[in-house]
């Protein structure tokens, strides 16, 4: 009967995924590059994760949030990222009905949880800072856990309500997504039927969304500024740089590539747009764990620890 419905609602059994602008003499050097950077991806965020589980050192708040976002990377790269290698590798563009709705979906989710957990992370940084005298009683493990829970309960209920509302519609003709993946933006576009109510509810609730965690982000940072600048200081400024810019980095790289995908009005921008969709779906994944192993102290000292260990096993 499920399967019934899925196929009953569209006369479009798949869809064909344009992919990145490249030339065909090009496919070959622009695979290599993606699976490289898809690897360094998978490994650089696991390699974090394994750190933070066996380094006792690492065992806080911050880490522990960072540990979930590093597996929230993974996912989220993993979403798009294989299925555009193997449509590179073996020029075949379709992906089924129900591949394409199910690809959305988890791409809703992981994006959502990737905004949260930078929201998230943005207000331990703000504990940290502003009330460090309290940041043991505040930011206790009951709290944390919370954060990271509901953080996965909201986004699984946002991805599920634009699944659910999607597939009610019907799409006819024109089968061709401007994208290397299947995104909520495209197929609403391309449907045939009235898709008023899928409209508002991207523009109300992933809105109210959208505002809350980057809004959670800018607020804590604010409050990290006055604080930081009502007695300025070199040492403290100097800690609270060290303490928030690898966050602030991934934020911006993060919201900056993006909001140009999402908030460009031209309709001839399909290259451009695809571009800046390699670079949150691709491109930030794979940085983050660059950006805060280079410039964090505790994340190096593990991984001295961790590599003098296996050493120690030869």
């Given at each position: 009967m499920?399967?019934?419905?899925?196929e009953?609602q569209?006369?479009?059994?798949?869809?064909?995924?344009?992919?990145?602008?490249?030339?065909?003499?090009q496919?070959?050097l622009?695979?290599?590059l993606?699976?490289?950077?898809?690897?360094?991806?998978?490994?650089?965020?696991?390699?974090i994760?394994?750190?933070i589980?066996?380094d006792s050192?690492l065992?806080?708040?911050?880490?522990?949030?960072?540990?979930?976002?590093?597996?929230?990377?993974?996912?989220?790269?993993?979403?798009?990222?294989?299925k555009?290698l193997?449509?590179?590798?073996?020029?075949?563009?379709?992906?089924?009905y129900r591949g394409?709705?199910?690809?959305?979906?988890?791409f809703?989710f992981?994006?959502?949880?990737?905004?949260?957990?930078?929201?998230v992370?943005?207000?331990d940084?703000?504990?940290?800072?502003?009330?460090?005298?309290h940041y043991?009683?505040?930011?206790?493990?009951?709290l944390?856990?919370?954060?990271v829970v509901?953080s996965?309960?909201?986004c699984l209920?946002?991805?599920?309500l634009?699944?659910?509302?999607?597939?009610?519609?019907?799409?006819?003709?024109d089968?061709?997504?401007?994208n290397?993946?299947?995104?909520?933006?495209a197929?609403?576009?391309?449907?045939?039927?009235?898709?008023?109510?899928?409209?508002?509810?991207i523009?109300?609730?992933?809105?109210l969304l959208?505002?809350?965690?980057?809004?959670?982000?800018?607020?804590?940072?604010?409050?990290?500024?006055?604080?930081?600048l009502?007695v300025?200081?070199?040492?403290r400024l100097f800690?609270?740089?060290?303490t928030c810019?690898?966050?602030?980095?991934v934020?911006?790289?993060?919201?900056?590539?993006?909001?140009?995908?999402?908030?460009?009005?031209?309709?001839?921008?399909?290259?451009?747009d695809?571009?800046?969709?390699?670079?949150?779906?691709?491109?930030?994944p794979?940085l983050?764990?660059f950006?805060?192993?280079?410039?964090?102290?505790?994340?190096?000292?593990?991984?001295?620890?961790?590599?003098?260990?296996?050493?120690?096993?030869?």
């Amino acid at each position: 009967m499920s399967s019934m419905r899925w196929e009953n609602q569209s006369s479009v059994s798949e869809f064909l995924l344009l992919g990145l602008p490249i030339r065909p003499e090009q496919q070959g050097l622009f695979f290599a590059l993606f699976l490289g950077m898809y690897l360094t991806t998978v490994l650089g965020n696991l390699l974090i994760i394994l750190l933070i589980r066996l380094d006792s050192r690492l065992h806080t708040p911050m880490y522990f949030f960072l540990s979930h976002l590093a597996f929230s990377d993974v996912s989220f790269s993993s979403v798009t990222v294989p299925k555009m290698l193997k449509n590179m590798h073996t020029q075949q563009m379709s992906i089924s009905y129900r591949g394409c709705i199910s690809q959305m979906y988890f791409f809703l989710f992981f994006a959502c949880l990737d905004s949260f957990l930078l929201a998230v992370m943005a207000f331990d940084r703000y504990v940290a800072i502003c009330q460090p005298l309290h940041y043991t009683t505040i930011m206790r493990q009951e709290l944390c856990v919370s954060l990271v829970v509901g953080s996965w309960f909201v986004c699984l209920i946002h991805s599920l309500l634009h699944t659910l509302l999607l597939i009610q519609v019907s799409f006819c003709g024109d089968s061709n997504i401007p994208n290397f993946f299947c995104d909520l933006s495209a197929l609403v576009k391309m449907s045939c039927s009235d898709v008023s109510l899928n409209e508002l509810v991207i523009f109300t609730e992933a809105g109210l969304l959208f505002t809350l965690s980057l809004g959670g982000i800018l607020g804590s940072y604010v409050r990290i500024g006055t604080t930081v600048l009502r007695v300025p200081s070199t040492k403290r400024l100097f800690k609270a740089f060290s303490t928030c810019g690898s966050h602030l980095l991934v934020v911006s790289l993060y919201y900056g590539t993006a909001a140009g995908v999402y908030f460009s009005s031209s309709s001839t921008s399909r290259d451009k747009d695809t571009i800046a969709s390699v670079m949150y779906t691709v491109v930030t994944p794979m940085l983050n764990p660059f950006i805060y192993s280079l410039r964090n102290r505790d994340i190096k000292q593990a991984l001295e620890t961790f590599v003098n260990k296996v050493n120690f096993f030869k």
